[in-house]
């Protein structure tokens, strides 16, 4: 399994995304993401581990155990997949946001929300003003990453998808 596909999983993700805020134990994560069984939680960071997309920040004494801090990898030499590759990895990632969809749809959270929806916006860009853009939303979400812990705090996905026009 390629680095990619561990990292496509959607307990994986969302490990990764909490991850992308700074680094955190898994005691943290766990209390962040109740959702995420603690077992579940220790056996995707041992896949995520292994596949060196997180990596030890640092190690302490608690108790007579090793509480230990994740981070994502430094590691930046990844091998580029190939076309089929990419295809392949695109249709799990599509299967993530429709299973996602679908348990929204019906959900309670359906009911009690009017704050969900999906577009696609086509946009000019040079370089320069693409990576401006892309620096501006790592700005604005960085600070969302982690929840907060205020009243009525939800938490949302959102997924993009960056792909140059190819004109017929």
Same mark, same amino acid.
């Given at each position: 399994m390629t680095n990619l596909e561990v990292a496509l999983h959607p307990v994986r993700m969302k490990i990764l995304s909490y991850l992308f805020a700074g680094s955190s134990t898994p005691q943290q994560i766990h209390k962040d993401l109740p959702e995420i069984a603690p077992a579940t939680l220790y056996r995707h960071i041992k896949?995520?581990?292994?596949?060196?997309?997180?990596?030890?920040?640092?190690?302490?004494?608690?108790?007579?155990?090793i509480e230990v801090t994740y981070r994502l %990898?430094?590691?930046? %030499?990844?091998?580029?997949? %190939? %076309?089929?590759?990419?295809?392949?990895?695109?249709?799990?990632?599509?299967?993530?946001?429709?299973?996602s969809f679908d348990r929204f749809i019906g959900s309670e959270q359906e009911s009690k929300s009017n704050r969900h929806g999906f577009s696609k916006a086509i946009f000019y860009a040079t370089p320069n003003q693409l990576d401006e853009f892309q620096k501006k939303m790592l700005e604005a979400i960085t600070p969302l990453l982690k929840p907060s812990g205020q009243p009525h705090q939800m938490a949302y996905e959102l997924s993009t998808i960056l792909l140059p026009v190819v004109e017929e």
């Open positions: 896949a995520l581990f292994d596949a060196g997309l997180i990596e030890v920040e640092q190690e302490n004494q608690k108790r007579g155990a %990898s430094r590691a930046t %030499s990844q091998p580029e997949p %190939s %076309s089929d590759e990419l295809k392949k990895l695109f249709n799990v990632y599509l299967a993530g946001i429709l299973n």
